[in-house]
């Protein structure tokens, strides 16, 4: 037999396409000749593959071989073709037999000695591979705990080209440990409990993680921003499992999963320093890929010290805070990365951290405008609570009595989710913080006193249609804490009070 064909796959972006590897073997001036659109380091992989066969102990006589990398219009990128590449060119050479590669798919890197390396992208790559009916997916071992969270698919891990041959001649494979089920070591978050003070800031935290709404914490250095921030990590409610899968996804793809435990468990959090770019934050690139918004998809992402970040970075994160997703145009796609979001935020009110207390602030009042007016209106009126922390007392810092942790506000956290997740059954939001216009009015009603409220704080606050119905979306969430099925006049009059404070710095 000279032709045959092997199935594999490439990722682009999030998105997965199957591949046909080709490999005609034939008589004639000896070559090794790649076609398909490939990349540099595909194009590499015949020398690696041709080694590899070799020092495997089979034989490669010289003769004319043309693979084959289709379809023609995908750019195939990275090692992954290593695997498939060598085994439909021993299938042509008649050295395995064509009849067990149906309906598998082959994926992984080779190295010279014939050993099989792991690659990224596997969970996505076995999903889809199940979705077009493959039944058998060969990886390589250390994929293999990775590509067993798809229930229903057939996953052999191999660890090298030898094992690889004897899975397509049907031989019995050595028992490998499998070790994907191991439990994740606990991550330490600082606790609620350790926070002296700042009672408004807790509770502020509590309700944008209970409805799923960006919070922007303003106060002097020292007064337990980072720390805060670092604490709502800690009552994150669990994914359920259809979250952790797509989550765990976009770390596949990145490469960034744990071998043994690649199933995540837990919701991201992830801090960004300011030097970050728009492409760290949002993805890109030439070949685009997640950002860090999207490593932080069904958590938080933080970012301290809010206007050192530069204000083209912050404006790129308007859409997706609002569509729940970054897309990236290039000349030959359109990339979509997931991008749910909770926004938390810190920043002091000033270069120096001192203002508004004029006796210890040492800032001019244009350094004052021109520090705060890095924070652009349309951002602020993306952010659902604003809060205020004070700088600590001593007082307080000095109390023995002991705030309450970061337990017990997680069960009321996790409560409300539930709630939030029986009321909303059946459709495509989850938390009140993604309510659209048609949910606010179902979900959202007011009375005739909260009506006038309302119209009063719209007229007086100079609101916007965004951020009275963030207004509304963060009373609800409130009223879900306090387990009233009615939004009251005091759950709006504590949500209009998380609008004022950006009133006091940015005022007109």
Same mark, same amino acid.
């Given at each position: 037999?000279?032709?045959?064909?092997?199935?594999?796959?490439?990722?682009?972006?999030? #998105? *997965? =396409?199957?591949?046909?590897?080709?490999?005609? @073997?034939?008589? /004639?001036? $000896? %070559?090794?000749?790649?076609?398909?659109?490939?990349?540099?380091?595909?194009?590499?992989?015949?020398?690696?593959?041709?080694?590899?066969?070799?020092?495997?102990?089979?034989?490669?006589?010289?003769?004319?071989?043309?693979?084959?990398?289709?379809?023609?219009?995908?750019?195939?990128?990275?090692?992954?073709?290593?695997?498939?590449?060598?085994?439909?060119?021993?299938?042509?050479?008649?050295?395995?037999?064509?009849?067990?590669?149906?309906?598998?798919?082959?994926?992984?890197?080779?190295?010279?000695?014939?050993?099989?390396?792991?690659?990224?992208?596997?969970?996505?790559?076995?999903?889809?591979?199940?979705?077009?009916?493959?039944?058998?997916?060969?990886?390589?071992?250390?994929?293999?705990?990775?590509?067993?969270?798809?229930?229903?698919?057939?996953?052999? #891990? *191999? =660890?090298?080209?030898?094992?690889?041959?004897? @899975?397509?001649? /049907?031989? $019995? %494979?050595?028992?490998?440990?499998?070790?994907?089920?191991?439990?994740?070591?606990?991550?330490?978050?600082?606790?609620?409990?350790?926070?002296?003070?700042?009672?408004?800031?807790?509770?502020?935290?509590?309700?944008?993680?209970?409805?799923?709404?960006?919070?922007?914490?303003?106060?002097?250095?020292?007064?337990?921003?980072?720390?805060?921030?670092?604490?709502?990590?800690?009552?994150?409610?669990?994914?359920?499992?259809?979250?952790?899968?797509?989550?765990?996804?976009?770390?596949?793809?990145?490469?960034?999963?744990?071998?043994?435990?690649?199933?995540?468990?837990?919701?991201?959090?992830?801090?960004?320093?300011?030097?970050?770019?728009?492409?760290?934050?949002?993805?890109?690139?030439?070949?685009?890929?997640?950002?860090?918004?999207?490593?932080?998809?069904? #958590? *938080?992402?933080?970012?301290?010290?809010?206007?050192?970040?530069?204000?083209?970075?912050?404006?790129?994160?308007?859409?997706?805070?609002?569509?729940?997703?970054?897309?990236?145009?290039?000349?030959?796609?359109?990339?979509?990365?997931?991008?749910?979001?909770?926004?938390?935020?810190?920043?002091?009110?000033?270069?120096?951290?001192?203002?508004?207390?004029?006796?210890?602030?040492?800032?001019?009042?244009?350094?004052?405008?021109?520090?705060?007016?890095?924070?652009?209106?349309?951002?602020?009126?993306?952010?659902?609570?604003?809060?205020?922390?004070?700088?600590?007392?001593?007082?307080?810092?000095?109390?023995?009595?002991?705030?309450?942790?970061?337990?017990?506000?997680?069960?009321?956290?996790?409560?409300?989710?539930?709630?939030?997740?029986?009321?909303?059954?059946?459709?495509?939001?989850?938390?009140?913080?993604?309510?659209?216009?048609?949910?606010?009015?179902?979900?959202?009603?007011?009375?005739?006193?909260?009506?006038?409220?309302?119209?009063?704080?719209?007229?007086?606050?100079?609101?916007?249609?965004?951020?009275?119905?963030?207004?509304?979306?963060?009373?609800?969430?409130?009223?879900?804490?306090?387990?009233?099925?009615?939004?009251?006049?005091?759950?709006?009059?504590?949500?209009?009070?998380?609008?004022?404070?950006?009133?006091?710095?940015?005022?007109?």
């Amino acid at each position: 037999m000279s032709f045959s064909t092997i199935t594999s796959a490439a990722v682009d972006g999030l #998105g *997965v =396409e199957l591949v046909r590897v080709e490999a005609d @073997v034939s008589n /004639g001036l $000896p %070559m090794f000749h790649m076609v398909g659109y490939l990349s540099s380091e595909v194009k590499e992989a015949g020398e690696r593959v041709r080694t590899a066969i070799r020092n495997s102990g089979f034989e490669y006589p010289p003769k004319r071989t043309v693979i084959n990398l289709s379809p023609a219009t995908l750019r195939k990128r990275g090692a992954s073709f290593d695997l498939p590449i060598a085994m439909a060119s021993l299938m042509s050479l008649g050295q395995i037999p064509a009849e067990k590669q149906k309906k598998s798919l082959v994926i992984g890197e080779l190295s010279l000695d014939g050993r099989v390396r792991k690659v990224p992208g596997i969970l996505p790559i076995v999903m889809k591979a199940k979705a077009a009916g493959v039944s058998r997916c060969i990886v390589p071992a250390e994929n293999m705990a990775e590509g067993s969270l798809v229930s229903g698919m057939e996953v052999i #891990g *191999v =660890e090298s080209l030898n094992e690889t041959v004897s @899975v397509f001649q /049907g031989k $019995p %494979m050595p028992e490998k440990q499998f070790q994907g089920r191991e439990e994740e070591e606990p991550e330490m978050f600082p606790d609620f409990a350790d926070i002296r003070g700042q009672d408004n800031v807790k509770r502020a935290a509590e309700i944008a993680v209970a409805g799923g709404h960006n919070l922007l914490m303003i106060g002097p250095p020292g007064s337990g921003k980072s720390m805060t921030a670092k604490c709502i990590a800690g009552i994150l409610p669990p994914p359920d499992m259809k979250e952790s899968l797509e989550i765990t996804k976009i770390y596949s793809v990145l490469g960034m999963l744990n071998e043994k435990s690649p199933l995540i468990r837990k919701r991201p959090f992830r801090e960004v320093h300011h030097t970050a770019t728009r492409a760290a934050l949002i993805g890109g690139g030439m070949f685009p890929h997640p950002g860090e918004i999207s490593l932080a998809h069904g #958590g *938080v992402l933080f970012l301290d010290e809010l206007p050192e970040f530069k204000k083209s970075v912050l404006e790129v994160l308007r859409q997706p805070l609002e569509e729940k997703e970054i897309q990236i145009t290039r000349t030959y796609g359109t990339y979509r990365f997931p991008a749910d979001v909770i926004l938390v935020a810190a920043m002091n009110p000033c270069p120096c951290g001192c203002y508004p207390d004029m006796q210890k602030c040492t800032c001019s009042p244009a350094q004052i405008q021109m520090y705060l007016n890095k924070i652009s209106r349309p951002f602020l009126d993306r952010i659902d609570l604003c809060v205020e922390a004070e700088a600590v007392s001593y007082e307080d810092l000095t109390s023995e009595r002991r705030a309450e942790s970061s337990a017990q506000i997680r069960k009321r956290v996790c409560r409300v989710r539930e709630t939030q997740k029986e009321r909303y059954r059946g459709m495509e939001i989850t938390v009140n913080g993604m309510l659209d216009e048609k949910g606010l009015k179902r979900y959202c009603a007011l009375g005739a006193e909260e009506k006038r409220l309302m119209e009063q704080a719209f007229s007086v606050m100079e609101l916007t249609a965004r951020g009275y119905h963030r207004i509304l979306k963060t009373a609800r969430t409130i009223a879900d804490l306090e387990g009233e099925e009615q939004i009251r006049e005091n759950h709006l009059k504590e949500a209009l009070g998380y609008r004022m404070v950006d009133k006091k710095y940015w005022a007109r």
